[in-house]
Every structure is written in structure tokens, then in C-alpha cells.
């Protein structure tokens, strides 16, 4: 069993920062692709940024030159970085991981809990 587990939300000032992680737990032996989501109230969850296992990043248009995705192969963790950060920001954030290689097999779609990110104006 695998599990995804995202940590390092809170609350925050508009203009301010946090760092969000998510580790990856269980007899993992690679993931592909990881990605961070954001779904605020009332709205569809939402593709904030993605990192292939090679370290290619792609952003959403309202998050680019803000935030910023990082990963470590060798802990199966994905971070994100976010500056300056706005009140349209806030929202529960979301790791994903598209495929998991494990001892047992195939693990497509992995979800973490989601952490809560309140930026205040």
C-alpha cells in the first residue's frame, strides 16, 4: 500500500511564502510524473504544477514566476515553493503522483489528503 502524505500549509499574509511537501511511503521503487493540484470552495479542482521523474516542470498561467516545483527521486518527496503569494491563492492543495512503480505493481492516480492554504489580504 502506498500512501501520499502533504504537509506545510497554513496561513499566511498576501505577498508572503510557504513551502508545501508531500512525501511518498511504501515499497516504492520509482514514480513517474508528481503534481501538485489546488481545489478552492465552490470551484473544480485545478492543475497548479507538474515534474517528471527527468526534473521537466510546467506551471498554470496564474502560478508561473511564483511558484515553484521541486522533487527528490532518491525520498519519493515533491515540494512547492510559493512566493508572493495572493488571497486567490488560497485553496486545499493537492499531491498527486500519476504512476507509481511498486514492489507489488502498478499504482496509477495517487492522492494525498490536501492541506489548506489561506492567503489574507
Known amino acids: 500500500q502506498v500512501q501520499l502524505v502533504e504537509s506545510g500549509g497554513g496561513l499566511v499574509q498576501a505577498g508572503g511564502s510557504l513551502r508545501l511537501s508531500c512525501a511518498a511511503s511504501?515499497?516504492?521503487?520509482?514514480?513517474?510524473?508528481m503534481a501538485w493540484y489546488r481545489q478552492a470552495p465552490g470551484k473544480q479542482r485545478e492543475l497548479v504544477a507538474t515534474?517528471?521523474?527527468?526534473?521537466?516542470?510546467n506551471y498554470a498561467d496564474s502560478v508561473k514566476g511564483r511558484f515553484t516545483i521541486s522533487r527528490d527521486n532518491a525520498k519519493n518527496t515533491v515540494h512547492l515553493q510559493m512566493n508572493d503569494l495572493k488571497p486567490e491563492d488560497t485553496a486545499v492543495y493537492y499531491c498527486?503522483?500519476?504512476?507509481?512503480?511498486?514492489?507489488?505493481?502498478?499504482?496509477?492516480?495517487?492522492w494525498g489528503q490536501g492541506t489548506q492554504v489561506t492567503v489574507s489580504s
Open positions: 511504501g515499497r516504492i521503487r520509482s514514480i513517474n510524473a
Open positions: 515534474i517528471t521523474s527527468g526534473g521537466s516542470t
Open positions: 498527486n503522483a500519476d504512476r507509481m512503480r511498486t514492489d507489488l505493481g502498478l499504482v496509477f492516480g495517487s
